[in-house]
T-cell receptor, first 115, second 114 residues
Framework: ETGVTQSPTHLIKTRGQQVTLRCSSQ?????VSWYQQALGQGPQFIFQ???????GRGNFPPRFSGLQFPNYSSELNVNALELDDSALYLC??????????????FGPGTRLTVL | GESVGLHLPTLSVQEGDNSIINCAYS??????FIWYKQESGKGPQFIID?????DKRQGQRVTVLLNKTVKHLSLQIAATQPGDSAVYFC?????????????FGTGTLLAVQP
């Protein structure tokens, strides 16, 4: 186990709704990255938070937003849900910054289904 | 749990044999590479990593080889066991924009036959 936890495990929403996913990072880690994994594909980077600031963003629209709290836990919010948002959402924690070799450790993911 | 192996390249091996999983990466500027194992219904699990100043690194039953000339990475698993059955992803570290993001390959499903 990596010590990274995510909640909820599964979630079902309908189109147009909003969702909030949560992640608790591994003890001592100050960076959280969020990824979207569609069925049968590799994870795709959404964004990263380092010491409560967004530290880079992938090719996702603004309706995907996030937060990081002083204890380094994080939230991913998705507004105006679309059917294509159905996926496994993964968070990964790491020690932070842009140090070479900074390993990211993944949580178990939240499976989101949009109907 | 759901399958993450749909439409993925598949490598089928007999228990006890050695497995070699290959990966071609895209960015010649990447300087850090990682192999992850993902079992059905779970998040990716770190296996082994390698920096670009190395061409080989060994762990317990696993070896990663890096060929920067042809941008190729491989994962060798010795004496493959049924518990090794999973989808394996290579990932490269992209420092564009000072972001610590990982770029994942498409994955390979390893099926170990008893």
């Amino acid at each position: 186990e990596t010590g990274v936890t995510q909640s909820p495990t599964h979630l079902i929403k309908t189109r147009g709704q909003q969702v909030t996913l949560r992640c608790s990072s591994q003890s001592g880690h100050n960076t959280v990255s969020w990824y979207q994994q569609a069925l049968g594909q590799g994870p795709q980077f959404i964004f990263q938070y380092y010491r409560e600031e967004e530290n880079g963003r992938g090719n996702f629209p603004p309706r995907f937003s996030g937060l990081q709290f002083p204890n380094y836990s994080s939230e991913l919010n998705v507004n105006a849900l679309e059917l294509d948002d159905s996926a496994l959402y993964l968070c990964a924690s790491s020690l932070g910054g842009d140090r070479a070799g900074d390993t990211q450790y993944f949580g178990p993911g939240t499976r989101l289904t949009v109907l | 749990g759901e399958s993450v192996g749909l439409h993925l390249p598949t490598l089928s091996v007999q228990e006890g044999d050695n497995s070699i999983i290959n990966c071609a990466y895209s960015n010649s500027a990447s300087d850090y590479f990682i192999w992850y194992k993902q079992e059905s219904g779970k998040g990716p699990q770190f296996i082994i990593d390698i920096r670009s100043n190395m061409d080989k690194r060994q762990g317990q039953r696993v070896t990663v080889l890096l060929n920067k000339t042809v941008k190729h990475l491989s994962l060798q698993i010795a004496a493959t066991q049924p518990g090794d059955s999973a989808v394996y992803f290579c990932a490269e570290k992209d420092y564009g924009g000072a972001t610590n993001k990982l770029i994942f390959g498409t994955g390979t499903l390893l099926a170990v036959q008893p």
